[in-house]
C-alpha cells in the first residue's frame, strides 16, 4: 500500500510537471533558482542586485556587501506541495573580494533537484564588479537512484551615468548533459535599472535560453517609508503578474512576493535576510 501511494505521488510529480512544460513553465531542471522574494515581486528583474539576492541572479553584485550577509527563502509554486523551493545564501566580504555559498531545493522527496554554488566577486573598479560561482547539481528520483552535474555560471555589474546599473549573467555557458536527449539549459541574461531617485527604481532584463524564445522581465520599486517598500513587475515566457513589498527591520529584512499565471495560478515567495547595513554620510541606514 506505502509503494503505490509512493508511486502515486511520483506520478502525479511527473503530470505537473508535464503540464509546466506545456505552458513553458519547467520545474526546475538545473534552472536557477529566483533571486528571493524580491527577485519574485519585481519579475525577476535581478540581474543588477546588489544585496545577497545576487548569490541567486549575478555573482557580481556581491562585490558591492560591505558586511556578511546571509538569507534564506521559501517558495510554493502555484501552491502545489510538490512544487516548492527552498534556498539559502551566505556572502562574507574580504579584502580580496566576497566569498559565498547558496543551496536550493526543488522538489519532494519522492523526486527532488539539489544545487549548492560556492561563488566569488570581485571590484575591478570603484563602480564595476565581476562574479563567478561553480555549481554543483543533483537530481533524486526515489526507487530510480541519484545523479549529479557540475556547471558554472558568472557576471557583471557596472555603473554608468550615476543613475543606471548594467548588467549581464550567464548560466552553465558550456553544454553539460543531464540524459541522453537533455541538457542543462545554457542563459544568458543582461538589463539595465534605473535609479531615478533613492526611493525608486525601474529594472528592465532580457533572458534568452539558447533552446527557447527571449523573455522579458521588468520591475519597479517604491520606498514609500523609511521601512517599507512596494514592489511589482511582469515577465513573459510564460506571462505572469507579479507584486510584493519589503519590510527593512534594522539589521534585518522580510520580503513577501507572489506571482499569478493565469492558468496555474499564484506562487507565494518569502525571504529573511540578515545584513549588517552601510551607514550614510547623514548617519541614516541606506534602504537595503
Partial sequence: MCVQYKNLRLSIFISLALMLAAFQVSGQNG???SAGAKGLSMGNAAVNFHDINSIFSNQAGLAFLDNWSAMIHAESRFLLPEIKMINAGFAYPTSFGTFGLSVSY???DLYNEQKIGISYARKLFDD?????QFDYLGTSIAEYGNSGRFTFEGGVQARLMEMFLVGAHVYSPIRVSLTENEN?????????????????????EIEKDIDFPASFHG????LILDKLALRAGVSTQPVQNTF?????????????????HQELGFTPSVS???????KSS???EEPY
Fill in 31 to 33: 534552472s536557477p533558482p
Fill in 128 to 132: 564595476v564588479a565581476i562574479g563567478v
Fill in 106 to 108: 526543488f522538489g519532494f
Fill in 272 to 278: 529573511i535576510a540578515f545584513q549588517q547595513k552601510k
Fill in 219 to 222: 520591475g519597479l520599486e517604491y
Fill in 282 to 284: 547623514g548617519n541614516a
Fill in 244 to 260: 510584493g513589498i519589503g519590510l527593512f527591520l534594522g539589521n534585518l529584512v522580510i520580503d513577501i512576493g507572489s506571482a499569478y
Fill in 184 to 204: 542543462l539549459p545554457t542563459e544568458f541574461t543582461a538589463g539595465v535599472t534605473w535609479e531615478a531617485s533613492d526611493k525608486f527604481l525601474i529594472a528592465v
